[in-house]
Nanobody, 120 residues
Framework: QVQLVESGGGLVQPGGSLRLSCVASGITFSIYSMSWFRQSSGKERELVAL????????NYSDSVKGRFTISRDNAKNTVSLQMSNLKPEDTAVYLC?????????????WGQGTQVTVSS
């Protein structure tokens, strides 16, 4: 059974920091690209950051570039998102996503999400 379990969300003041983690089980973690998405009320799900299966390629949305850092540890089946200088507009449910990079594979999985609230 595949599971992606996020943790680390919470309430933080503007300008503060949080570190989100996602632990995967039931998949060969090292062949999956891992991403963080976020979704807030009334808005479409947004890709925040992505890291390739080997960890040597990353991509960020313009809204978080320079403030967020995605990383992965293939030995621990974990992907993390370090978020700094948080803004109220970063408030959302943050979801972990895994996509199999094997050619022609359509395997993809989602976690349940963790709430991040940025407010004074």
């Amino acid at each position: 059974q595949v599971q992606l379990v996020e943790s680390g969300g919470g309430l933080v003041q503007p300008g503060g920091s949080l570190r989100l983690s996602c632990v995967a089980s039931g998949i060969t973690f090292s062949i999956y690209s891992m991403s963080w998405f976020r979704q807030s009320s009334g808005k479409e799900r947004e890709l925040v950051a992505l890291v390739g299966s080997a960890g040597d390629s990353t991509n960020y949305s313009d809204s978080v570039k320079g403030r967020f850092t995605i990383s992965r540890d293939n030995a621990k089946n974990t992907v993390s998102l370090q978020m700094s200088n948080l803004k109220p507009e970063d408030t959302a449910v943050y979801l972990c996503n895994a996509v199999d990079e094997t050619p022609f594979s359509k395997r993809a999985y989602w976690g349940q999400g963790t709430q991040v609230t940025v407010s004074s």
